[in-house]
């Protein structure tokens, strides 16, 4: 009786600890979408939807993390690539490669904030090479996709080092048997790499793709730092109709619209990352 029980008593803190922080705030947002004076109504999400930030705020959202997402996942593979090769200064190299994750998003977006402002170091460069004679509004209202690629990159630059640490756990799991029997037959590095680590590093590829995608449709602070009102996003958006217009009905509305966007990402990393049964252990 005791060994029947046992497994359901250890996931009992784990199951708590999501009824209390996830499934309940998650029932209240989704009743504050659909409910007005108690009763089931639509018209919050209509407001959403004919307001005229939303489009762009979403096309926004899914351009960045269509932008980001990508080329974090090929630099981390590359990098985790390196340090698994590596010998000597693994660990050190490995550790300031991640330093960025100890950097919350609010200072990171002010990182490159002192970049791209007027009075940043970019501007101080150019004219100190004399590219340019006065200093460049790179972040101004009118330099819309300057505001996208700064964006982009403090993303990068923040958030790629989220992808390194798990690939490099998923490259640790590969038995080193497997690239020693490659080498014997012949097979290049190349094809070491696209028949040996990526197939068995699919389920960290796709850990890290969902975790790493749904962060980026919650972006928020970056942008917030570096372009203001310049670049609605969704989560801005949201953060605007809770505080600033006081309409927290519209803002779980869009709340409700980022999940919906993470989980069928999710679906459909799940879908086509999922790793064969045979392939299973």
Same mark, same amino acid.
């Given at each position: 009786m005791?060994q029947?029980t046992?497994?359901y008593?250890?996931? *009992?803190p784990a199951?708590l600890?999501?009824c209390v922080?996830f499934i309940y705030p998650f029932l209240?947002?989704?009743?504050q /979408?659909? &409910?007005?004076?108690?009763?089931?109504?639509?018209d919050?999400f209509r407001?959403?939807a %004919?307001?005229?930030k939303?489009?762009t705020a979403?096309w926004?959202t899914m351009l @960045?993390?269509?932008?980001?997402v990508?080329?974090q996942?090929a *630099?981390? *593979?590359f990098?985790?690539? #390196?340090v698994?090769?590596m010998?000597k200064?693994?660990?050190?190299? @490995?550790y $300031?490669?991640t330093?960025?994750l100890?950097?919350?998003?609010?200072?990171?977006g $002010?990182?490159w #904030?002192?970049?791209?402002?007027q009075t %940043?170091?970019?501007?101080?460069m150019l &004219? %100190? @090479?004399?590219?340019?004679e006065?200093?460049v509004a790179w972040l101004? +209202?009118q330099?819309?996709g300057t505001i996208?690629l700064?964006?982009?990159?403090a993303?990068?630059?923040?958030?790629? /080092?989220?992808v390194l640490? $798990?690939?490099v756990a998923?490259? %640790?799991?590969i038995?080193?048997? +497997?690239?020693?029997a /490659?080498?014997?037959?012949?097979?290049?590095? !190349?094809?070491?790499f696209t028949?040996i680590t990526?197939?068995l590093?699919?389920? &960290?590829?796709?850990? /890290?793709?969902?975790l790493?995608?749904?962060l980026a449709?919650?972006v928020?602070a970056?942008?917030?730092a570096?372009a203001g009102t310049?670049?609605?996003?969704?989560?801005?958006?949201? +953060?605007? !109709?809770q505080?600033?217009?006081?309409?927290?009905h519209v803002?779980?509305a869009y709340? @409700?619209?980022?999940?919906?966007? &993470?989980?069928?990402?999710?679906?459909?990393?799940l879908?086509?990352l999922?790793?064969?049964?045979?392939?299973?252990?």
């Open positions: 005791q029947r046992l497994p008593l250890l996931l *009992l199951t600890f999501l922080f209240l947002v989704a009743w /979408a659909v &409910s007005q004076d108690g009763a089931l109504t639509l919050h407001t959403m %004919g307001h005229w939303f489009p979403f926004n @960045l993390a269509l932008a980001v990508p080329v996942l *630099l981390a *593979l990098m985790a690539t #390196l698994t090769r010998g200064g693994r660990d050190v190299i @490995l $300031i490669w330093i960025p100890g950097i919350s998003d609010l200072a990171a $002010i990182i #904030l002192a970049i791209f402002e %940043g170091f970019l501007n101080s &004219s %100190g @090479l004399g590219v340019v006065q200093p101004g +209202y330099n819309k996208f700064a964006v982009v990159l993303e990068i630059w923040r958030a790629t /080092a989220i640490v $798990i690939l998923g490259m %640790g799991l038995p080193k048997e +497997y690239y020693e /490659a080498e014997v037959f012949g097979a290049s590095p !190349w094809k070491r028949r990526l197939p590093l699919r389920p &960290s590829i796709q850990t /890290a793709l969902i790493r995608t749904i449709f919650e928020f970056v942008v917030i570096l310049n670049f609605p996003v969704l989560m801005g958006e949201t +953060y605007h !109709w505080f600033n217009l006081q309409d927290r803002a779980a709340a @409700l619209v980022i999940l919906a966007i &993470s989980i069928a990402f999710t679906l459909v990393f879908r086509t999922r790793v064969p049964r045979e392939a299973q252990p």
